[in-house]
């Protein structure tokens, strides 16, 4: 079995001066905790904020992407950069954790099929089309109105483009929309690398039971994302009336201006600190999506894409990547057979990804 996680935000936290080689108290992700929480490779997304112009965009995506490969190459007694799924078997028969490469935010390549292409030979091997807002890809699930109706005619070019490639569409975060003209743009499988049920929980960044019938009848897989937001509709009401989230935004945005500074650092794992204190949903939550999942299109088309290091506030049980094989447990629990157990647990994103 290889178990992975299809979608952590770890290159931020390291470019706010995390050192991924030792435990940190506070970070969701760091080399020693996928050890313990049993995880063999995960994707490091190359999140770019949507608010950033287009060449702040590719800039910022290629400072990631460089701290990313010090990072793994500061740890080679533990880590090895992987682009495929044979590269990431060998690695885990050294007891190495595999780290691919995704980019979250198809701004990064602007309106360039070549810069496209440029982040793919640089080991990209996923692409979010789009984050919390339109980019000159496609829609966002973010905004109410819309820009394109779905797919940009540019946003047709990528599709193809990264067909030919051989790199994973990502639908998650896009439009309702912008999902179906994906699906019939794309020749090949495509993933929701983080995204969870709506029938589940309301919150449009989900997926209604139609688009996962459709994902999968194109060969595609639902990685279940672990915000309680999207896992469970009474959270995010708490959430929303506590107040802490806006609060928060600020607090972090100071961090992320002088990560170095150890004030604002601790200001912001005190904000971290109430949002955990909140009532929140059990990491068995997670599993009800997967359940979810198989319910309708069966255990071929399920996985497991945390965000952990994207999101401020974590199932209760699942406060970092240490207790991943909490769930692996929790659906063996359930009567899971060890064969779709390791479809589940990263064998069918390693299919996708071939």
Known sequence: ?????????TPSQIHRL????IWNGHG???????????????????????????????????????????AVGANRDSAAMVTCRQEALEAQAKGLVSIFLGLENGAAIQTSLPLLRLFHRLGVRYMTLTHS???????????????????????????????RLGMLVDVSHISDRSFYDVLECSAKPVVAT???????AGHRRNLTDDMIKALASQGGV??????????????????????????????????????????????????????????????????????????LVGPDHAGLGSDFDGISVTPDGMEDVSHFSRILDELRHRGYSEGDMAKIAGGN???VLG
């Open 28 to 70: 969701q992700v760091d080399l020693p905790k996928m050890k313990k929480g049993g995880v063999d490779g995960a994707f490091f997304a190359l999140y770019v904020p949507s608010s950033l112009g287009p060449e702040e965009s590719t800039a910022y995506a290629m400072e990631l992407m460089a701290d990313v490969y010090d």
């Open 349 to 351: 994103f390693l299919r």
């Open 222 to 295: 639902v990685q279940i994302n672990f915000y309680p937001v999207f896992l469970d509709d009474g959270f995010a009401a708490r959430l929303s009336a506590s107040g802490i989230e806006s609060v928060g935004e600020a607090v972090e945005a100071e961090f992320i201006k002088d990560p170095s500074d150890p004030q604002k650092r601790e200001a912001w794992y005190r904000i971290e600190d109430e949002l955990a204190s909140l009532a929140r949903p059990s990491y068995r939550r997670i599993a009800d999506h997967v359940d979810h999942v198989v319910s």
């Open 18 to 21: 995390r050192n991924i080689g």
């Open 194 to 200: 983080h995204s969870c049920c709506r029938a589940l």
């Open 133 to 163: 807002d339109h980019n000159d890809i496609c829609d966002s699930s973010g905004p109410s109105q819309p820009r394109w109706g779905g797919l940009s005619p540019f946003g047709r070019e990528v599709v193809a483009e990264m067909n």
């Open 1 to 9: 079995m290889f178990v992975l996680d299809s979608h952590c935000d």
